[in-house]
């Protein structure tokens, strides 16, 4: 299996060679990832030459329109879906908003939503609070114990066919571990529900092959995935067409304009066509045959897991054999995203200052994930702290953070 060239991959983020930043390990990735050189390039250039009306007959509205069809065209192209199935919104809590009110004017009396308690409450809250129209809230539990989403406690909320939304994360932003998304969209699928897929604590980890996943509406976070503050969601053609059209009744027939109400970043969409750089420049670093975007992009989905997964096990390994506090999720690396939170015996948030002080760059809380941390027993007075990673992440970073954390602990 090809390695990932990480002398190669840092040469991509300026903040690596930043005083300040530069001697210092980053462990809180998973609140925003650094951004790549192709994306802060990319929005530098649109404003210093093309931040005007996009679109417009000449030369630099037609670059910045063409910059911003390209970012569509190419992200969508590496996660195997239409170009016009790609939306782009101010995050994707907002994202997410607007799709609850449009399921809010499809839904029928007597028709439910199923959402979990693993959430980050972007991805619940908005769904949740359509019970005040009327419409039917369905948890799906974790278990207390290990925050596990068990697809067998899904098959009782669908068993009288009134579900038609099953809201699930590609994994959470605390428990981390991955998924069967696959599976619990086959199992909605055959009970006449459609899925909305949260991948915001996942897709900097490699993005999605949203048709191997079967997903309706895919939704994540580009500042998380090496790019500008924008949310990126993937609805699908026949989905997109029956919901009710949330953006101006003109722009009704676009899909990618359905659902984004307000006007778009057009600077911040433009520079999200570096990721699609990034992406395409990792490929050609690393691997030698031609290959379309999709195959691209799992190529790269593939990579990127390889050396998480080899990264994060030491960390795990680490804290699972201290009695001093509890990991939460799993302790098999290959069975997780590399965001790893642990409850300690005192307060966390004193615990990630004094790491700041060791070098250490991380936080604590309880990262909007207040549901699933009160169903796990997680004095939220305490919070967790959290450890995130990317592909980014060095073992020496890993081992300079087990060093710091024997000495805090």
Not at 16 to 37: H, R, T
Not at 64 to 81: F, I, N, Q, S
Not at 355 to 374: H, K, M, Q, S
Request: proline fraction near 6%; include cysteine; aromatic fraction near 8%.
């Amino acid at each position: 299996m090809t390695r990932l060239d990480l002398t190669y991959v840092r040469s991509q983020f300026p903040a690596f060679a930043v005083p300040g930043l530069k001697d210092q390990s980053f462990f809180e990735n998973a609140g925003g990832s650094y951004a790549c050189v192709p994306v802060i390039e990319r929005l530098t250039r649109f404003y210093r030459e093309r931040k005007v009306q996009p679109y417009a007959p000449y030369a630099a509205a037609q670059a910045g329109g063409a910059e911003m069809d390209e970012a569509r065209t190419r992200l969508a192209g590496l996660m195997g879906v239409k170009r016009h199935e790609v939306s782009f919104g101010p995050s994707t809590t907002a994202n997410t908003y607007v799709l609850a009110q449009a399921f809010r004017r499809a839904l029928k009396p007597g028709e439910a939503i199923v959402v979990t308690n693993q959430d980050h409450e972007a991805n619940s809250g908005p769904w949740r609070r359509l019970a005040e129209e009327g419409v039917e809230i369905r948890e799906w539990q974790i278990d207390p114990a290990t925050g596990h989403l068990d697809p067998a406690r899904l098959s009782p909320l669908l068993a009288d066919g009134k579900v038609r939304l099953v809201c699930f994360p590609h994994c959470s932003n605390v428990v981390a571990e991955i998924n069967p998304v696959a599976d619990v969209v086959q199992m909605a699928h055959a009970a006449g529900a459609v899925t909305c897929v949260d991948g915001v604590s996942y897709a900097p980890h490699g993005l999605p092959d949203v048709p191997a996943l079967g997903a309706d509406i895919y939704l994540f976070s580009a500042y998380k995935v090496y790019g500008p503050h924008q949310g990126i969601m993937v609805i699908r053609e026949d989905l997109g067409k029956r919901l009710p059209n949330q953006g101006h009744y003109f722009n009704g027939e676009t899909l990618y304009k359905r659902f984004t109400p307000a006007g778009p970043d057009h600077a911040q969409i433009a520079a999200s066509a570096g990721m699609a750089d990034y992406f395409d420049g990792l490929y050609a670093h690393h691997f030698a045959a031609e290959a379309d975007p999709a195959k691209r992009g799992a190529a790269i989905h593939d990579l990127l897991r390889a050396h998480e997964v080899a990264v994060c096990q030491p960390l795990l390994d680490y804290l699972a054999a201290r009695n001093d506090l509890r990991l939460i999720g799993p302790r098999d690396a290959s069975r997780r995203a590399p965001t790893v939170a642990v409850a300690l015996d005192r307060v966390a948030e004193p615990v990630a200052e004094a790491l700041a002080r060791e070098g250490i760059n991380c936080w604590a809380g309880d990262f909007y994930a207040v549901r699933p941390l009160t169903a796990m027993g997680v004095d939220l007075d305490r919070g967790v702290l959290r450890l995130s990673m990317v592909h980014y992440t060095s073992s020496e970073d890993v081992a300079r953070l087990i060093g710091a954390l024997d000495k805090q602990l």
